[in-house]
């Protein structure tokens, strides 16, 4: 059965970091697309990262361009998102989906979502 975990969340300080991981049991998640995506209260979930299993290629929001790195650990079969300089505004449910052919970062091209994990950005 696949299964989406998130896992790093919880409450810093602004200009501060965290590193958000997104584990996977049913499948090898190197072999797929992951992505993270974000929801805060009142708003639209959007695309904050994604990395394709084709080539590669990664995407950024620009809201987190330069401040945001998504990576994969394959040894351990997990994605992470570092997260630095945060900001009161990124603030929001963060979650992690997988598909096997996604592309780019759009919530429409990724089946496999997990539960997603609270991100407080607040002194």
């Known amino acids: 059965q696949v299964q989406v975990v998130e896992s790093g969340g919880g409450l810093v300080q602004p200009g501060g970091s965290l590193r958000l991981s997104c584990t996977a049991s049913?499948?090898?998640?190197?072999?797929?697309?992951a992505g993270w995506f974000r929801q805060a209260p009142g708003k639209e979930r959007e695309g904050v990262s994604c990395?394709?299993?084709?080539?590669?290629?990664?995407h950024y929001a620009d809201s987190v361009k330069g401040r945001f790195t998504i990576s994969r650990d394959r040894a351990k079969n997990i994605v992470h998102l570092q997260m630095n300089s945060l900001k009161p505004e990124d603030t929001a449910v963060y979650y992690c989906?997988?598909?096997?052919?996604?592309?780019?970062?759009?919530?429409?091209?990724?089946?496999?979502w997990g539960q997603g994990t609270q991100v407080t950005v607040s002194s």
């Open positions: 990395i394709s299993s084709n080539d590669g290629t990664i």
């Open positions: 049913g499948f090898t998640l190197d072999e797929y697309s």
């Open positions: 989906a997988t598909d096997l052919r996604a592309y780019g970062c759009s919530e429409d091209e990724y089946d496999y």
